[in-house]
């Protein structure tokens, strides 16, 4: 089955930086599209960044400019640099992939921008 498991939230001051992964299993990962969305408390779920298998890359205007999504297909994994953190950006952090059309989610990684 399908897996997504996320890690490297934490606690960071206001102008830090964090690093997201999300390593993948049961499915070929070079050939799926990958996404991190992002819920805060009290908010629906956005999308914050996505790679296509040709690595074209999309952004939330919210982000753009500080977070950088990039994939390893060697190792099955998926990265969301994030630098110049706000309080804004707090949120559980989801990993996300679709494979014949249905949606597949990680259980989510809390980043926590708090000074």
């Known amino acids: 089955q399908v897996q997504l498991v996320e890690s490297g939230g934490g606690l960071v001051q206001p102008g830090g930086s964090l690093r997201l992964s999300c390593a993948a299993s049961?499915?070929?990962?070079?050939?799926?599209?990958m996404r991190w969305y992002r819920q805060a408390p009290g908010k629906q779920r956005e999308l914050v960044a996505s790679?296509?298998?040709?690595?074209?890359?999309n952004y939330a205007d919210s982000v753009k400019g500080r977070f950088t999504i990039s994939r390893d297909n060697a190792k099955n994994t998926v990265y969301l640099q994030m630098n110049s953190l706000k309080p804004e950006d707090t949120a559980v952090y989801y990993c996300?992939?679709?494979?014949?059309?249905?949606?597949?989610w990680g259980e989510g990684t809390t980043v926590t921008v708090s000074s």
């Open positions: 996300n992939t679709a494979r014949d059309y249905l949606n597949y």
């Open positions: 049961g499915i070929i990962f070079s050939i799926h599209a």
């Open positions: 790679i296509t298998a040709s690595r074209s890359i």
